[in-house]
């Protein structure tokens, strides 16, 4: 038990002002009893840190994902006052918009007969791990439109469907994105990666849909059960990565400059109206557009091989939505009885929308957005709708995985990436990886067991249960 | 080998000493390719620059970003890295050779070099630190 904490709710808990020294507002936490160990006393110091920077609003929160992360806490929330308030790269993240997205196939599971070749084959037209390249040769033209575009630029080069870039948040497109601000080293390293799956806990997966909680709503997202399905898991790579470290240099005389007092480096800022804020929000959003674009780059490639292997046709491969975990986002909330212009932290955390909210697309305005939560290698992943609950407590936010409880040594100490493999094969899972230690790194003992997670989300209401998707087939970078 | 891996749950964080502060930055530089590639690499070819700071702890976090970038761009996997600094320069000269996916694959992608905790300490004459891989 970590000292200091009150329990606020069955689900709730809060790290009071004082926790550390100079916090504006309370953090808040939510968690159930049997997450409650895996609770970490750094993620939660970083939660109360987080409550010291000006301009927060009402809480710093985090989700029941939460664990130790850069600057915030991996599952972190934060909403900042436009006029008073900061934006930092330590609430997003270095892998900006990292996210995932989900597509319905006309298949079920008996029609996949082929699954080890149809794996095979997105294994080869999928760059996947360290050091992969892209088969695309972006000119500089093109990775500027990418930035700017996003998922629109891929599908005027005819990497999608016109419906593709409707059902992604921001319709994968997000307003405010300037490239200028994006250095010459973060394109370089955005060019060879373009179309890449990257990665660490990036996936590519064949699922199944296993169980429909909430028929009306799956109805309204197209999803049904025993159909199989694709989550696709990665972010910005090197370009967003660079984006982060580049910026990160600029706040740090920043904090300096603006006189802003914070109890850890990681979390340099800027004021939001100030050149330094807006150059990295505008940066960002160039980076969340070409994460947006690189999913859907995957998606043609992904749609290419179901169609050779599957005999099915491009548009009957439909893209349900595409949700970002790692940005902050311009919105406005009910504070205080007031609308009021904010710019939301999501660092490891889902924006989930309510029924009859802005940028919803029209299809599910009456439902609320689609929240895609992955679970890691071998586990469910889950899709659930957005709340008016969340609106209201969590600046429209729910969590966004499993939440690691194992470092990647102590996985690789303890857990054997073949055996895993073995394991997985018994259950029907097939597995794809450069490497085994990759396998034993994302084992499904190395997360928390992401139904528990989803199942308090839930419960508390920031957003409801919808299907739950079990793995077939994995490819890990 | 003079640097090994902390627990940490979300990265990868590595303890590195070394008798002075242009080994305890190769060193560094070390765990971060042996982080991200398996294997041995030859040394091929050879590259190098320069980058500053106003203390060492800035100086490291810019050398590793430098290097992070450096061989994702040229794709090369470095193996001898040899670092000298004189008034807040860092010049480092680097040799290796090309990923190749069945000899490196399969290694750990970094994202960023974080500040967290990053204080060089001297103790018994030897310098050391911790430094996170942001992955």
Same mark, same amino acid.
């Given at each position: 038990m970590?000292?200091?904490?009150?329990?606020?709710?069955?689900?709730?808990?809060?790290?009071?002002?004082?926790?550390?020294?100079?916090?504006?507002?309370p953090?808040?936490?939510?968690?159930?009893?049997?997450?409650?160990?895996?609770?970490?006393?750094?993620? /939660?110091?970083?939660?109360?840190? /987080?409550?010291?920077?000006?301009?927060?609003?009402?809480?710093?929160?985090a989700?029941?994902? *939460?664990?130790?992360?850069?600057?915030?806490p991996?599952?972190?929330?934060?909403?900042?006052?436009?006029?008073?308030?900061?934006?930092?790269?330590?609430?997003?993240? %270095?892998d900006?918009?990292?996210?995932?997205?989900l597509?319905?196939?006309?298949?079920?599971v008996?029609?996949? !007969?082929n699954?080890?070749?149809?794996?095979?084959?997105?294994?080869?037209?999928?760059?996947? &791990?360290?050091?992969?390249?892209?088969?695309?040769?972006?000119?500089?033209?093109?990775?500027?439109? #990418?930035?700017?575009?996003?998922?629109?630029?891929?599908?005027?080069?005819?990497?999608?469907?016109?419906?593709?870039?409707?059902?992604c948040?921001e319709?994968?497109? #997000?307003?405010?994105?300037?490239?200028?601000?994006?250095?010459?080293?973060?394109?370089?390293?955005g060019?060879?990666?373009s179309?890449?799956?990257?990665?660490?806990?990036? %996936?590519?997966?064949?699922?199944?849909? $296993?169980?429909?909680?909430? $028929?009306?709503?799956?109805?309204?997202?197209?999803?049904?059960?025993?159909?199989?399905?694709?989550?696709?898991?990665?972010?910005?790579?090197?370009?967003?990565? @660079?984006?982060?470290?580049?910026h990160?240099?600029?706040?740090?005389?920043?904090?300096?400059?603006?006189?802003?007092?914070?109890?850890?480096?990681?979390l340099?800022?800027?004021?939001?109206?100030?050149?330094?804020?807006?150059a990295?929000?505008?940066?960002?959003?160039?980076?969340?557009?070409?994460?947006?674009?690189?999913?859907?780059?995957?998606?043609? @490639?992904?749609?290419?091989?179901?169609?050779? $292997?599957?005999?099915i046709?491009?548009?009957? *491969?439909?893209?349900?939505?595409?949700?970002?975990?790692?940005?902050?986002?311009?919105?406005?909330?009910?504070?205080d009885?007031?609308?009021?212009?904010?710019?939301?932290h999501?660092?490891?955390?889902?924006?989930? %929308?309510?029924?009859?909210?802005?940028?919803?697309?029209?299809?599910?305005?009456?439902t609320?957005?689609?929240v895609?939560?992955? &679970?890691?290698?071998?586990?469910?992943?889950?899709?659930l709708?957005g709340?008016?609950?969340?609106?209201?407590r969590?600046?429209?936010?729910?969590?966004h995985?499993?939440?690691?409880?194992?470092?990647?040594? @102590?996985?690789?100490?303890?857990?054997?990436?073949? @055996?895993v493999?073995e394991?997985?094969?018994?259950?029907?899972?097939?597995?794809?990886?450069?490497?085994?230690?990759?396998?034993?790194?994302?084992?499904?003992?190395?997360?928390?067991p992401?139904?528990?997670?989803?199942?308090?989300?839930?419960?508390?209401?920031?957003?409801?249960?919808? /299907?739950?998707?079990?793995?077939?087939?994995?490819?890990?970078? | 080998?003079? =640097?090994?891996?902390?627990?940490?749950?979300?990265?990868?964080?590595?303890?590195?000493?070394?008798?002075? *502060?242009? !080994?305890?930055?190769?060193?560094?530089?070390?765990?971060?390719?042996a982080?991200?590639?398996?294997g041995?690499?030859?040394?091929?070819?050879?590259?190098? =620059?320069?980058?500053?700071? !106003?203390?060492n702890?800035?100086l490291?976090?810019?050398?590793?970003?430098?290097?992070?970038?450096?061989?994702?761009?040229?794709?090369?996997? =470095?193996?001898?890295?040899?670092?000298?600094?004189?008034?807040?320069?860092?010049?480092?000269?680097?040799?290796?050779?090309?990923f190749?996916?069945?000899k490196?694959?399969?290694?750990?992608?970094?994202k960023?070099?974080?500040?967290f905790?990053?204080?060089?300490?001297?103790?018994?004459?030897?310098?050391?630190?911790?430094?996170? %891989?942001?992955?």
């Open positions: 970590i000292d200091g904490l009150t329990r606020t709710g069955e689900y709730e808990w809060e790290v009071p002002v004082g926790f550390v020294a100079g916090m504006h507002v953090g808040k936490f939510f968690l159930s009893d049997a997450l409650f160990p895996t609770l970490e006393e750094g993620a /939660v110091t970083q939660l109360a840190n /987080v409550a010291t920077m000006p301009g927060i609003i009402r809480h710093s929160m989700m029941p994902d *939460i664990h130790w992360g850069y600057g915030f991996i599952g972190g929330v934060a909403a900042f006052d436009y006029s008073t308030g900061v934006i930092s790269p330590g609430g997003v993240g %270095f900006i918009n990292c996210g995932v997205r597509l319905t196939t006309p298949l079920t008996k029609d996949l !007969t699954k080890k070749e149809i794996l095979d084959e997105m294994y080869d037209a999928v760059p996947v &791990g360290v050091g992969a390249r892209s088969s695309l040769r972006l000119s500089p033209k093109q990775l500027e439109a #990418m930035m700017t575009d996003g998922s629109v630029w891929a599908v005027e080069e005819g990497m999608g469907t016109a419906a593709d870039a409707a059902c948040e319709s994968g497109s #997000m307003a405010g994105a300037d490239p200028s601000h994006v250095s010459q080293k973060a394109r370089s390293r060019v060879p990666q179309g890449t799956l990257g990665a660490g806990n990036h %996936f590519l997966e064949i699922q199944v849909a $296993s169980e429909i909680f909430d $028929s009306e709503a799956a109805k309204v997202y197209g999803v049904e059960e025993g159909q199989v399905c694709i989550m696709v898991h990665c972010g910005s790579r090197g370009l967003g990565h @660079q984006v982060c470290t580049d990160l240099q600029i706040l740090e005389r920043a904090v300096e400059k603006y006189h802003i007092s914070l109890p850890d480096r990681q340099a800022c800027a004021p939001l109206t100030s050149p330094e804020g807006k990295y929000f505008s940066a960002m959003a160039a980076a969340a557009n070409y994460a947006w674009a690189n999913r859907q780059v995957i998606t043609h @490639q992904i749609r290419n091989v179901l169609c050779a $292997s599957c005999g046709g491009y548009d009957d *491969i439909r893209l349900v939505y595409d949700v970002a975990h790692n940005v902050a986002k311009i919105e406005e909330h009910d504070v009885g007031k609308r009021t212009k904010v710019c939301v999501r660092k490891g955390a889902t924006r989930a %929308f309510g029924p009859e909210c802005p940028d919803v697309p029209s299809a599910y305005a009456r609320g957005q689609p895609i939560i992955p &679970g890691s290698m071998g586990t469910s992943s889950y899709l709708k709340t008016a609950e969340a609106m209201e969590t600046f429209g936010s729910t969590c995985g499993a939440g690691r409880v194992l470092s990647r040594s @102590q996985a690789k100490k303890t857990i054997k990436g073949n @055996q493999r394991d997985l094969g018994r259950e029907g899972i097939m597995v794809r990886a450069p490497h085994d230690g990759a396998i034993a790194e994302e084992a499904p003992g190395a997360y928390k992401s139904g528990e997670v989803v199942s308090v989300v839930d419960r508390l209401g920031i957003s409801r249960l919808v /299907v739950r998707f079990d793995p077939l087939g994995v490819i890990k970078g | 080998m003079t =640097f090994e891996e902390r627990e940490h749950t979300a990265d990868i964080l590595m303890h590195v000493t070394a008798p002075d *502060i242009p !080994t305890l930055f190769s060193e560094c530089g070390r765990a971060l390719m982080t991200m590639y398996r041995k690499a030859d040394s091929d070819c050879v590259h190098s =620059f320069t980058v500053t700071g !106003t203390d702890e800035q490291l976090q810019a050398f590793l970003s430098e290097l992070l970038w450096l061989t994702e761009t040229e794709n090369v996997v =470095f193996s001898d890295i040899s670092v000298s600094i004189q008034k807040g320069t860092l010049s480092a000269v680097l040799s290796g050779e090309l190749n996916r069945e490196h694959g399969g290694g750990t992608e970094v960023g070099i974080s500040f905790g990053l204080e060089i300490t001297q103790m018994n004459g030897e310098y050391e630190l911790d430094v996170l %891989f942001d992955v």
